[in-house]
């Protein structure tokens, strides 16, 4: 009995990580994008600045922030940028000797600036806006030639989003628009993918629901009825087990006093 019990934590613990991992590889089966399902974190996350809101938000809807920077030009090109506006929804970040250097210029200026994808080429069919459409500028200083030649495979642009996102679409002009590989924020709604170069970046949802931002409705039932099935088979198993236990052990001590008892008898007989 002491056994038993010492290792009902164990149990416990074993059963609360068969929860998420049923809820993990569910997930993964009826989605196209690998993500940490259904734990978005605990906070509500801010609300999201549009350019130009949708009606529903417009009344308490903040104007979106731009960011920019000034960086010199070292002999072997850039230092590392980070340019991320105040309400962090976009994150431009350009590693270590991505702008290689252009003589005379001495530095590289880059813009971030969210406008309405409304203004811009339309989206792809099936698809809608989930953020503000982010221009980015980099060019060269004084000259104010543009950046054309970069060392793209280190450096990243990540965009926060309204609601589900499902693709990240790039266009060096705002007119066509290319899908991006992407790989997902996390605990918030957006995506991440390898800087592009100059251009207008934008996130979007897929009007069929194809994509893994939103958790659907298969996915909510098996977490919801699969992990409560497991619990309650180990919690049944371990009460039978605990009954067969204490059954095994009653007949232990019938059979022990039935053997004293007969022991007693043969004596009184001698």
């Known amino acids: 009995m002491v056994r038993t019990a010492a290792r009902r934590p164990l149990v416990v613990g074993l059963a609360l990580a068969g929860l998420y991992l049923v809820a993990a590889v569910a997930t993964m089966a009826l989605s196209d994008r690998p993500f940490r399902p259904l734990f978005d974190g605990l906070a509500p996350p801010q609300p999201y600045r549009w350019v130009n809101p949708p009606a529903e938000v417009a009344r308490d809807n903040e104007a979106p922030k731009g960011a920019g920077t000034t960086f010199a030009l070292g002999p072997e090109g850039s230092p590392f940028v980070n340019v991320t506006p105040d309400d962090g929804q976009l994150i431009l970040l350009l590693e270590e000797k991505a702008v290689a250097p252009r003589p005379p210029d001495t530095e590289v200026g880059v813009t971030a600036t969210p406008l309405d994808v409304l203004t811009l080429g339309p989206l792809p069919e099936g698809m809608t806006q989930q953020s503000n459409a982010y221009q980015v500028v980099v060019a ?75 958790t659907s409705p298969a996915v909510v039932g098996l977490v919801l009825v699969v992990p409560p099935l497991l619990v309650g088979g180990l919690v049944l198993r371990n009460r039978r087990a605990k009954a067969a236990a204490e059954a095994a052990a009653a007949a232990a001590k019938r059979r022990a006093q039935q053997r004293r008892g007969g022991q007693k008898s043969k004596r009184r007989r001698r």
């Open 140 to 214: 060269y200083a004084p000259s104010a030639q543009p950046v054309s030649d970069f060392e793209l495979d280190t450096s990243s642009v990540s965009l926060v989003a309204a609601g589900p996102s499902d693709v990240l679409l790039f266009s060096p002009d705002g007119q066509a628009w290319d899908r991006r590989d992407t790989s997902p924020l996390g605990a918030v709604h957006g995506l991440e993918t390898k800087f592009a170069g100059p251009g207008y970046y934008v996130v979007t949802s897929l009007d069929d629901g194809g994509g893994g931002g939103a």
